[in-house]
């Protein structure tokens, strides 16, 4: 059956709206708790962080799994099927990288992060705002698909920094850190958080995939 053809007759269902907005809430509470973690520098205050970011990774798989279980039952959906399993999955991939990025500085306990490392996990947040500002657009972006495509843009433009940050943090890395081990470290904690960044910029191109097809 064809979404895009019996959503002409039949109302849609609204519940996935607030369902996906939910879960970028609970991106932007984990990409806060990231950036805050960073200033902390103690293995114990890491492993608190750590578990706080831990929970709300647990939140976000729940909510992941509840939006496609109604995938599975919902006859009419806003959106094709494959869209919405796509933007929920991806926007749980971000928070699954917050997940990792501290599970890996809490495991390896490097030296204090260094200013870059901060500045990518600030880009996260930044990025976690934008998806969450992006869910407000999706119920109405149809008739104005402006700001939901300027979101996009932006997303796309931090992913673009965070590559500049990262290549220029770790080109010195090398050049400077004579502790092979620290620098694996550093290294391993540095890429995950670029890689969350495109996570995040991921989601920008789903968003930009809907705008195509539906506005």
């Known amino acids: 059956m064809n979404n895009s053809f019996f959503s002409q007759f039949t109302p849609k269902e609204p519940k996935f709206f607030p369902l996906l907005k939910q879960l970028s809430e609970i991106l932007c509470t984990s990409s806060e708790l990231l950036v805050e973690s960073l200033n902390h520098h103690s293995p114990e205050e890491r492993t608190e962080f750590y578990k706080k970011i831990k929970d709300t990774e647990r939140q976000g798989d729940k909510l992941t799994h509840l939006i496609f279980d109604e995938l599975g039952t919902t006859f009419i959906t806003p959106f094709d099927r494959e869209d919405i399993h796509d933007l929920a999955s991806c926007i749980d991939d971000v928070i699954d990288g917050i997940n990792s990025c501290a599970k890996r500085i809490t495991i390896y306990n490097p030296r ?12 996260i947040q930044q990025e976690a705002g934008y998806i969450c500002k992006a869910m407000d657009e999706l119920e109405a972006f149809r008739k104005k698909p402006a700001t939901l495509r300027e979101y996009c843009s932006k997303l796309h433009d931090i992913e673009n920094q965070a590559d500049d940050v990262y290549e220029f943090f770790i080109t010195k890395l090398f050049e400077e850190e004579k502790d092979c081990i620290e620098l694996i470290k550093i290294k391993e904690i ?7 960044t495109d996570a995040a910029e991921h ?13």
Do not use: C, F, Q
Request: proline share 3%; net charge positive.
């Open 112 to 123: 204090p992060i260094s200013e870059s490392g901060k500045e990518l996990s600030r880009m």
């Open 190 to 196: 540095m890429h995950e958080l670029e890689k969350t």
């Open 203 to 215: 989601v920008g191109k789903i968003l930009r995939n809907l705008i195509v097809k539906y506005a």
